[in-house]
């Protein structure tokens, strides 16, 4: 086994060379510093599997079609608080970024609102939804769907999307942010525990003889990734999916599953604006008051650190924007050469 | 060990029985036949931990004065597709049937609605909030928050609760609903197999040395429950409550575990009106395909079944009216003699 060597690249070159690369792939300068920037900030995050290390795969995918790199989503239908666009195959970070948006006005205007895109691609990272939204003051609820990538519960076949569900909220000029897929591992995840010859910490899936295991290259084997507690995650999947196709009017996951790639996802984005709330001048304090009593609870071993969803990415955050961001050469050695 | 002896009772019998209880302790006739008809639907779709079981209770928790019997909720305060309503300590079910009508009126004008209940009392079963308003022709997405029943990911001390989390939708003049707490198990369920000398079917928890285990028995001992999920439904709970508290300016989970008794809830009553969607007309068609594919799973063994969330409620539903609602015989006369 070689050992492959991480580089750490300044947040601000990141972005410039993603930035580069998608004006070169054709797209205008505002398009190409958004993505770049979104790309970039996921990375910083240390979500490098929808950051960087998935900067190559967004290029190829726009250089085989499956984006479209100069579509831009269009208005299919809307009512009160609600809306449904068409993402026509555009890239997926530019149309959630602006569903996330409309979703805000929407919320502005009606205290709730929600926007259901359909025909979009890949968001990359579900949190960069709900840290906008958070950061603008507003509770966010989002989700996506994806192809089929898990079971149904007591099957073997894929039938079920992993659907990361993203559930946000403002706090300390930061925000709470949850950013959860329905699988316990991606299949990235458990990839990277087989190629560092690690088990898994808990179970992951079954094995080919339909046992539970935590041997990554097992579940790998059998494509019987686990939902997270078990019949429970299998059936919030199923409704996710089943709420993003009626409410977009788009694709389900068995849909997606027949699609020459991943593509033309269903997704919904809610929003409520905090402000429009009788209590709007003492949520502050609530959460304060209820992340303080989490945060006192006993750890089990000193090892433990009891953290709300988010804190270790505002920890990645600091760390990355002071060193730099950790890129495995080779990745970036193919980032530098699109 | 002695067998309790199960009967079965005929839904017009028991609600019957449940009015004349609640008639007695001074409920009116409307609220009286309004309760008693929930806690038997509970019962006859086969919920009997909050149908018949809960029943005495319930009426415990009224003579002692947790649950005040003539409150009615108030509105706080209104904006848009929003309300926040006061439960005032009024029985759940009354209060969380009228936030679902609420959040169902408020669909019909905005799209979607939100209606926010702070200080009200359990409400039993989720589930039949999300039957109610799915059968209506809404999709529903509601939650509460619970006294602490759960430790934080990593800790030992309860922190959390069960939250538990309804999502439906409507399927074929019924509904596809989900009714999922955010713990592996319940400590009623977990007491269950410890009378049945039984295993759980998973692991549910921590025993006393910090190990995870599937022995109720151990769990009781540690009270550390396990989180669907492990980490994530830890997260999800959280995140659940922050809402529920922030939404309805409410308590949160670490105030109600200082109450006398678990009381004095917030709970969220979200509700999109699928009639006012660009594609109303497909839906209809788009979640039986959906579902297809899902039925057409291959399952493991002869012995799995592959359900969809409510699907196995419909066959206890059609049992139960047929044959009668299982009672054990001993909470039977118990009810009997309120």
Known sequence: MTTIKTIRVPAEEMQ?????????????????????????????DGVYTHGVNRFPRFIEYIQRGYVDKDAVATLRHEF????????????????ALQATDNAMALAQQFGIGCVALSNTNHWM????????????????????????????????????????????????????VLDMAMSQYSYGAMEKYVAQQERLPVNGGFDET??????????LRSKRSLPIGYWKG????????????????????????????????????????????GNASAITQTVEHIIKD?????????????????????????????????????????????
Chains 1, 2 share one sequence.
């Not at 991943?262 to 604006?273: K, N, P, T, W």
């Open 125 to 176: 990272r579900g949190g960069t939804y709900g840290w906008k939204a958070a950061k603008a003051g507003y509770v966010f609820i989002g989700w996506t769907n994806t192809t089929a990538l898990m079971p149904a519960w007591g099957a073997v076949d894929a039938k079920l999307g992993n659907n990361p569900l993203v559930i946000a909220m403002p706090y300390n000029n930061e925000a709470i």
């Open 234 to 277: 299998a059936g919030l999947s199923l409704l996710l999916d089943l709420l993003a196709a009626i409410l977009s009017g788009g694709l389900a996951v068995c849909d997606i599953k027949e699609q020459q790639a991943e593509q033309a996802l269903s997704q919904v984005f809610i929003a409520i604006d905090i402000a429009k709330l």
């Open 80 to 95: 009160g608080g609600i809306q449904q666009w068409n993402g026509n195959l555009g890239p997926g970070i530019l149309n």
């Open 294 to 338: 989490y945060k006192n609870s006993i750890p089990a071993t000193e090892n433990d650190t009891i953290t709300w969803p988010g804190e270790r990415v505002l920890a990645a955050r600091k760390k990355n924007l002071a060193e730099g961001i950790p890129v495995m050469e080779n990745v970036w050695q193919r980032i530098l050469q699109l």
């Open 210 to 219: 339909g046992a539970l295991t935590n041997d990554p290259a097992a579940i």
């Open 16 to 44: 410039q060379v993603f930035e580069t690369a998608l004006l070169q792939q054709g797209f205008t300068k505002e398009k190409a510093a958004t993505c770049a920037k979104i790309f970039t900030e996921n990375s910083i």
